[in-house]
């Protein structure tokens, strides 16, 4: 048996995205910009997935902007912001500690160019409150951005709680929903949210293709020039092709939420009750404010990398935290904002897991981490120190 477990790294391309978007492959190729019928033919896809999305989404088709995927949605919606408020002397940006490197990267070049960037500190629980976001806005602040659901931990963030507290101060909000988007409801307006990135690769569309909603009336500043597509705000040929797979999974996922949430939360707890078993092990982030398929764990003594090489070995495709940082050997920034010491951030496991795993495959699973810990414990000069009591445990 081999169990993919790493959902949130990316997931399967399903079949009903695959075949939305094989007749934009091999018959209707024509470009959506040409006025002749195969052009116009695409561009009729490229409409109707556009209505889809944002009906989805609570949105109107003219707030639908459609990116290369989640990190350029994000870097487009943060640059806009930051941009549209320096025109008005507005230099400040509040986001959290624990964003994608998408967010933390965009706002790090902002930083370059002499923006404040004010990075909220995350609970111990992963989850940050629309009280400290109510504390740290200013008369200069540009934008607010903080995630959905955190990629490496799951943990939901009040989005529209936070999203009230900047409506109230005039200040825009961006939210990158890219691992909330087909996993949990989401509503623009419920949310209270200005902008809003989105990717496809995450709930089982294609990779490469996301989308971005902005809010009527709030400013879009292009990151991609060229021609006039997307109502000039992103120059390039619209990928047909892969905003109809969107299109097509992003119905696919959220009309199956009433099923797949209770399905894959129902495995999810199975898996923490299960993994709580084996010693100094933590759940990391809320136990109960999550996206339905992902955890997070930590267990002392160990590597993470060398945990994964043996889970791979064992039939279980796992990640340690997310997949942007492994191959380094820094510890997760995700862990370290929750307040992880560095030695225990470097132990941790990511399972993510969704509506196609089985409770067989989470049985795999729990049958094989328990004995790779213990392994990994015996050969760790960590774990012999913590055993021989000359180190106290931290877990
Ligand atoms: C995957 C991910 C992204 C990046 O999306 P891509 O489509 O891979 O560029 C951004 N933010 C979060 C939270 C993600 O999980």
Known sequence: MYVYADNAATTRTSETAINAMLPFFRETYGNASSLHTPGQRAMEALVAAREKVAAILNADPKEIYFTSGGSEADNQAIVSAARNGARRNKRHIISTAFEHHAVLHTLDKLKKEGYEIELLDVHENGVVTAEQVAAAIREDTALVTIMFANNEIGTLQPIAEIGAVCR?????????????????????KALNVDMLSLSAHKFHGPKGVGA??????????????????????????????GIVGMAAAMEEAVGNLDKSIPYVTALRERLIEGLSQIPHSRLNGDRDRRVPGTVNFCFEGIEGESLLLLLDEKGVAASSGSACTSGSLDPSH????????????????????????TPEEVEHILSVVPGIVEYLRDMSPIWDELQKGEKPYLL
Do not use: W
Request: proline fraction near 7%; glycine fraction near 14%; charge should be negative.
């Open 168 to 188: 109230e101060r005039g200040v825009p909000f961006h939210c990158d929903a890219v691992q909330a988007v087909g996993h949990v409801p989401v509503d623009v």
């Open 334 to 357: 995700v862990l370290l904002a929750i307040g992880l010491p560095h030695d225990v951030a470097h132990g941790s496991l990511r399972l993510s897991i969704d509506d196609e795993n």
């Open 212 to 241: 971005l909603y902005v809010r009527k009336g709030i400013p879009v500043v292009n990151i991609i020039e060229g021609g006039q597509q997307e109502r000039g705000k992103r120059g390039g040929t619209e990928n047909t092709p």
